[in-house]
């Protein structure tokens, strides 16, 4: 409000000044004489009253001083610091004006001379303005008045809505059409609060019931069912243009926007006060962390309504901006029929709205942090908001935390005795240590490692050893092994390291050989001494047969134990063994000799990561000394940590995970500066976070907070104007098809206002009387008379009332793009009525989306049409072709086109099809006789009349002729009858509710 | 065009078995009720229907419409810029100029120089309008390409398509007015021919080649004898539904549908299918007999929609990936413009014998051009760029053999009468009789325009 003031407090002291003349002084004589000739022929046409560009008017002292978008024009006495004169000079990197033909020297010196002299300008000239209109008009317009509440007319014996229609109707000599009939109005208020059919039995029970509350009864029951929130709900996810992706260049998706839906369909069947939705969505998480605890995660998921705004561009955090401008756009039209967007770049044309109102409201949701959806710049999502309060977190992940905690412990002291043991081997490893070969291998190389030349004599105990080295980074990746020990004289046993360990590798560390050995061969991580590998990982990444041994990552040992090559990170052939050493250390297979004889070693190593970044060594040794007792002595130690890490990946498997909701929280609070004609790359002054001017501009108290707080209290308030009349015109419009302000986005100059302007009134003060409750505003509607008359308008009304701009007869409709899917599936039974969850997204972490390839995929269900997946870049194929909500704008009513792509649809879509088909199943499930009955029953919920049995007899008479000719009269029946179906699932009588 | 399109009609299979599509287009035209029946533009038109033809990915200026001798000179000389694609990106610290990989040559009597690269639209250039001075507001794919159609960088908004169709309905019921073959997705997804808040009907139909080249339109009841019996029941519910009630627009239009739908089914694939044609005219447009795909396909397949007229017929050559985008190496220009440079050239030849070239606006655009720059000169592709770029106008209403604005030495930036993205919708809508300043559409308080607050016709391009 503060700037108004200062100008009124400016403009009122300057009339003042003026007042105590009374004579026409010097300076008038110049300002009206060199001045006010250049200022009207020279600027005023683009900076007046017709076009203001920039925001700056020259018609009036007041246009000066409130300026453009650079700030006040002139500053009085200081030509060098007026904006107005830099411009005319097209100084300090302000375009020169006029643009076309610039002002002479001369004339230009003028205007500087005038300034210098303190810019004398007797121009009261025109009202102080607001945006697009005055003061004083906005302070008029209806739609900015306090709520009134109406005289109800005539003597208090009708329903009110009716008495209100009633006076206009009777000035035309009209009256409401008769009743509908039973049926008729049955499917219509199933329809209107369910978006589904009656079933048959409801009719069958509603036209059976006689007492006078029957319709009442009816109304009562739908508005309990379950499907009421999926109905209406919907209503409100086309005014916040819901979607399941973000809309930037990748259309990433988003996982738990999903529980914003549902948060939604849940408050409307709660009937949840709207003051209390509204401020939820504004401000969810703040309200959350005033409890109570269990009302915690709704509230949070509530602000989803923020967090599903547009995201844009490659990198959606640099076009927050954008965002903004969609989350007050969106505000704006959907929570006040205010058109608050269009003041992005200038003063709002029409309606008193100011960009300064805009950067307002913009600076308090760029204090707010929005979950980030990822996007093709950065492709990782973040800042989602846990469901849990960060003190109810704490509690149920902390003896998780704990139980970790004590196997870290246990390992700790598990791995110190690991170490003794190992430095205890090592030892005695040292002493007896014979290298017979050493050697590497490049990158996709091949080397035996001993030339079939190393024979050695071995004893019991004594232990053989092929280690490989990192040679530069992680050595070649992983290496292909064979290694084979073959007794020379004895028994001439050999033992093969591959055929041993694929076999015995599940059963421990180290592994038996094939004579019956246990203990022979030794998988090992030989950093600091020969370490006994404990991690044994079945199946890795879910490729069945591959098993490992490993130190973490690596070093590890591998087999492909199955019969196929698994592909990984590399082709592994099938039955074959691998080691991966670690950066910093190497990886080794022991043989502990069962004998004491003469061996002789062969093997090769073989790079097995075609394309790695650099080849391997090896280390072939002999270690002639008994190392039974240190290494037998890890095997407990080891089998222990293999224990504690199992117990341990357990337990971080099934760690407590924080659900997340898409959501906002608060920010760092900060004032935003005004970005001139929208550009954020020109700033100009910081606004204070605050409301609206023409409701008061009250700044933001907390200004620790975003502001968002007082923005959902100055919103979701009875003594704002707008916010009640919006949503009564919406419950209206939803009943009767059009709104009583048939612009329900837009109460502003440019809509159009209220058509019985007392009855809007009346019914925004009954919303507030019940306490914002959407529900008994339903009850009052549908019980009236203008509710329950006929479709069908008498003779009269169609020539006094042809646009039924009365209400002389209901408005028939058709059925809206969900309805319709809904019905094919609850006619033909395959409806799953359960509410859906999440879409099967693919985990975040496999997500590749680009603008070249943008998450486009539409998942099939049978739940309701609420609950398909909405893409922000491609519009569902059924819900576009049949006038969908637009999921990147709010859609306040829905349009209804009737193109031949529709029709198509009903007359070949497979799904429509099948769908037909499985009701003409259900139908020959009966008796010949009631066939016909059943059909109309299932799928119109009515039964033939004379005239329908006929016809139904005459197409399957006609139908016949060519289906005779089909061998199996069965499926000629089938065809006959699913055609049938077809045909009344088609026609106008299914799609149109009356 | 009219009158052929009416002899084709009650030649039609369907005449006889039910309303003939030819009168029921004249009476749809007397149906205030329909959106899409013809309109009368603001002024008399100079075209009837538009073709458009969009190149996605960006086709570089330099290397094809736009000569640049002092950039062969000056190969290799370092630059100066701050463009959006360079500014603060790793390893773009410096550079330098880079000469185009196609030799330029005059042609036609009119002399204009195109290189190489589109050697058969070449030697069509005397019936072609070049715009060399055009600019655009984004250096992004999703967003230029967003622009080119919608004129809208960031926010979804109609379609020009749309907006035409909106302005001027359409000429047969039969088909959609506003038809799009696109093989494949483009950037921005369906939102390039949306109808967004316009009246649905007025939203792009997506054309695939194959067998089923609109949803829904092959009968899936095979015997058309019984989808007639389906449909004449389906009529003879409906119209008794209908006469138990008063007159309602929005029954009688829906019944009104099914015809137009049923007539699709045949009128669809007939104008897809291009057995009737000439080997001659195969051969203009380098089709094989037989062929039913490529864009050689889809250029005559235009031509045979706007003789059945449609109003507006966007082709899309390639889609959001293995395009025009030549990022890695320029010769990838050389392996896409094969694909489109005969058909082009064809459909213009074609439209001419066949005397639709007075009547049919033929457009060719990209979402920008490509820079005439890169970190090395030696690199062998160049990156997006929306300071300059080629398009160009043919056939009704445009001047022929004719060039429009230039660019500065290099190619860099649109010197010379430059034409931004909103005067080259404010001109092809002027072509179509429409003010673009008139053609207006009440949405949520505000009178919303294809070229939002700008936009200039380019008058020195009209014929």
């Known amino acids: ?994 | 065009m009219k009158a052929f399109s009416r002899r084709r009609f009650v030649g039609s299979s369907l005449a006889g078995s039910m309303l003939m599509p030819g009168l029921l287009s004249e009476m749809l035209a007397a149906d205030s009720t329909d959106p899409l029946a013809p309109k009368a533009p603001h002024f008399p038109a100079r075209a009837k229907s538009v073709i458009f033809l969009f190149m996605s990915g960006g086709v570089s200026h330099v290397d094809s419409f736009d000569p640049k001798p002092r950039l062969i000179a000056d190969h290799g000389k370092q630059v100066t810029l701050d463009h959006p694609e360079t500014r603060n990106r790793p390893g773009y610290e410096k550079l330098f100029l880079k000469r185009p990989d196609w030799k330029f040559r005059h042609r036609g009597e009119s002399g204009i120089e195109v290189s190489d690269l589109f050697p058969h639209i070449g030697s069509q250039i005397d019936d072609i309008t070049l715009i060399r001075s055009m600019h655009t507001s984004h250096s992004n794919h999703y967003n230029a390409t967003l622009g080119m159609h919608t004129g809208s960088f960031a926010f979804a908004r109609p379609s020009i398509g749309a907006w035409t169709s909106y302005g001027l309905g359409t000429e047969n019921r039969n088909l959609p007015s506003f038809l799009v073959l696109a093989p494949q997705m483009p950037y921005a997804g369906t939102q390039v021919w949306s109808a967004d808040f316009l009246p649905g009907s007025h939203q792009g139909t997506r054309v695939v080649p194959g067998a089923e080249p609109i949803a829904n339109l092959k009968p899936r009841v095979a015997d058309s004898g019984r989808q007639r019996l389906e449909l004449d029941a389906l009529k003879a519910f409906d119209e008794e539904h209908l006469s138990a009630r008063h007159h309602d627009p929005a029954l009688e239009s829906r019944i009104r549908s099914f015809e137009t739908a049923f007539g699709m089914q045949t009128e669809m694939p007939e104008a897809l299918d291009l057995a009737s044609e000439t080997d001659d005219t195969l051969k203009l447009y380098g089709l094989q007999r037989g062929q039913s795909e490529g864009f050689g396909w889809q250029c005559l397949v235009a031509r045979r929609l706007v003789e059945r007229g449609v109003r507006f017929v966007e082709l899309i050559h390639t889609g959001s990936s293995n395009n025009w985008d030549s990022h890695g190496n320029m010769a990838d220009h050389g392996r896409l413009a094969p694909q489109v440079d005969q058909p082009i050239a064809g459909l213009i030849q074609d439209l001419k014998r066949k005397g639709l070239f007075d009547d049919v606006l033929v457009v060719w655009t990209t979402e920008f051009g490509r820079t005439p720059f890169n970190n090395t000169a030696e690199n062998p592709g160049r990156e997006h760029h929306d300071w300059a770029f080629s398009s160009f106008l043919a056939g009704a209403g445009v001047k022929r053999g004719h060039v429009h604005g230039a660019t500065d030495d290099h190619g860099m930036r649109a010197a010379v009468d430059p034409v931004h993205v909103h005067d080259f919708h404010a001109t092809i809508l002027h072509l179509m009789g429409l003010d673009h300043t008139r053609l207006t559409y009440r949405h949520a308080g505000r009178d919303y325009r294809l070229t939002d607050v700008h936009g200039e016709v380019v008058r020195d391009i009209l014929a």
């Open chain 1, 1 to 994: 409000m503060h700037s108004i003031a200062r100008q009124s407090r400016k403009i009122w002291i300057w009339i003042l000044a003026v007042a105590g003349m009374g004579h026409l002084r010097a300076d008038d004589e110049l300002f009206e004489k060199s001045i006010r000739p250049l200022l009207e022929t020279r600027c005023v046409k683009c900076h007046g009253a017709e076009t203001s560009k920039g925001g700056l008017r020259l018609d009036s002292k007041a246009g000066w001083q409130v300026g453009g978008d650079g700030g006040p024009a002139i500053e009085p006495g200081k030509p060098a610091e007026s904006r107005l004169l830099l411009a005319l000079k097209g100084e300090d990197g302000m375009t020169r004006m006029p643009p076309k033909e610039p002002l002479s020297t001369a004339e230009i010196e003028a205007i500087s001379k005038w300034i210098a002299a303190g810019a004398h300008d007797p121009r009261v000239g025109g009202p102080v303005k607001l945006g697009g209109t005055t003061v004083d008009e906005a302070r008029r317009w209806w739609a900015f008045q306090p709520l009134r509440q109406p005289q109800v007319p005539g003597n208090g014996q009708r329903n009110p809505i009716d008495a209100f229609l009633a006076v206009k109707l009777a000035e035309k000599g009209l009256e409401f059409a008769p009743k509908a009939d039973r049926r008729t109005l049955i499917r219509r208020a199933t329809y209107d609060l369910t978006g589904l059919p009656p079933k048959p039995e409801e009719v069958d029970a509603f036209l059976a019931d006689t007492s006078p509350d029957a319709f009442a009864k009816v109304v009562d029951r739908l508005l309990s069912s379950p499907h009421y929130g999926e109905r209406w709900g919907r209503h409100w996810l086309d005014l916040v243009r819901y979607a399941d992706t973000a809309g930037e260049n990748a259309d990433f998706p988003l996982p738990h926007a999903w529980r914003y839906r549902n948060w939604v369909i849940e408050a409307f069947n709660r009937d949840m006060p709207y003051d209390t939705f509204l401020k939820e969505q504004l401000a969810g998480d703040i309200l959350a962390a005033e409890g109570p605890a269990d009302r915690y995660a709704e509230k949070v998921v509530a602000t989803g309504y923020l967090a599903i705004s547009r995201r844009f561009e490659h990198d959606s955090d640099q076009n927050m901006h954008l965002t903004y401008e969609d989350t007050i756009d969106t505000l704006g039209k959907s929570l006040m029929g205010l058109t608050i967007g269009c003041a992005r770049c200038h003063d709002h044309k029409y309606d008193a709205i100011t960009s300064r109102d805009y950067y307002s409201l913009y600076g308090i949701f760029a204090s707010t942090k929005y979950a980030f959806p990822g996007c093709e710049a950065k492709p990782r999502p973040r800042d989602m908001v846990p469901l849990a309060a960060p003190a109810e977190w704490q509690s149920t992940i902390k003896p998780h935390l704990d139980e970790l905690a004590a196997i870290d412990a246990r390992m700790k002291s598990t791995a110190e005795k690991r170490k003794a043991h190992v430095q205890e081997a090592q030892a005695r490893f040292e002493k007896a240590r014979h290298v017979m070969s050493t050697g590497e291998i490049s990158i996709d190389g091949e080397k035996s490692i001993t030339d079939g030349q190393a024979t050695v004599d071995v004893k019991a105990g004594e232990m053989i050893l092929l280690s490989i080295t990192p040679l530069k980074n992680h050595g070649a990746d992983s290496t292909a092994l064979d290694f084979e020990i073959a007794e020379i004289g004895g028994s001439g046993r050999t033992w093969n390291a591959t055929k041993d360990l694929l076999n015995a590798f599940p059963n421990g560390n180290p592994a038996a050989d094939s004579h019956g050995n246990a203990d022979t061969w030794w998988l090992l991580d030989t950093r600091g001494g020969p370490g006994l590998m404990s991690e044994f990982v079945k199946d890795l990444s879910g490729k069945a047969g591959l098993n490992v041994w490993r130190s973490g990552e690596t070093p590890s040992v591998f087999v492909n134990s199955s019969a196929a090559p698994v592909e990984v990170w590399t082709r592994l052939p099938a039955r074959t063994l691998f080691v991966h050493p670690a950066p910093d250390g190497n990886v080794a297979i022991g043989w502990l000799s069962p004998i004491t004889g003469k061996v002789n070693v062969s093997g090769k190593i073989r790079d097995a990561h075609a394309g790695g970044p650099d080849g391997v060594g090896w280390v072939l040794e002999h270690f002639a000394s008994d190392v039974r007792e240190p290494m037998i002595a890890q095997k407990s130690v080891s089998a222990e940590a293999r224990d504690l890490i199992a117990r341990k990946t357990e337990l971080e498997k099934n760690a407590p995970n924080p659900d997340y909701a898409y959501a906002v929280i608060e920010g760092q609070p900060a004032d935003a500066r005004m970005h001139l004609r929208g550009d954020p790359k020109k700033q100009g002054d910081p606004v204070p976070r605050r409301w609206l001017e023409v409701f008061g501009g009250t700044t933001v108290a907390n200004t620790k907070g975003s502001g968002r707080k007082e923005l959902a209290d100055w919103i979701a308030s009875a003594d704002n104007p707008l916010t009640a009349r919006v949503m009564g015109n919406r419950i209206w419009l939803h009943h009767f098809g059009k709104g009583i302000v048939p612009t329900p986005n837009d109460f502003g100059t440019r809509g159009t206002p209220p058509t019985h302007p007392d009855l809007l009134d009346w019914l925004a003060s009954e919303f507030l009387r019940n306490g914002w409750k959407i529900k008994p505003l339903h009850r009052l509607i549908m019980l009236s008379d203008a509710y329950r008359q006929s479709a069908d308008p008498p003779a009269e009304s169609s020539v006094t009332d042809p646009s039924n701009s009365l209400y002389s007869h209901f408005e028939r409709r058709r059925l809206s793009a969900e309805e319709i899917r809904d019905t094919i599936l609850a006619v033909s039974d395959k409806l799953d009525e359960e509410p859906a969850g999440p879409h099967p997204f693919p985990p975040s972490d496999q997500w590749r989306f680009t603008q070249h390839t943008p998450f486009a995929t539409f998942y099939e269900t049978s739940k309701r049409s609420i609950y398909l997946v909405q893409i922000r870049n491609r519009r569902h194929p059924f819900l576009g072709l049949f006038d969908g909500a637009d999921p990147n704008a709010t859609t306040p009513q829905r349009q209804t086109t009737a193109v031949p792509t529709q029709a198509l649809f009903f007359l070949n879509d497979p799904f429509f099809h099948e769908q037909a088909a499985i009701v003409a199943d259900r139908v020959l499930a009966e008796p010949p006789e009631t066939r016909a009955n059943a059909l109309f029953r299932i799928v119109l919920q009515r039964q033939p009349s004379g005239k329908d049995r006929k016809f139904a007899a005459g197409f399957l008479d006609r139908y016949a002729p060519s289906s005779a000719k089909d061998p199996n009269p069965t499926t000629a029946d089938r065809q006959a009858w699913a055609t049938l179906a077809r045909i009344l699932m088609a026609s106008n009588e299914f799609l149109f509710v009356e």
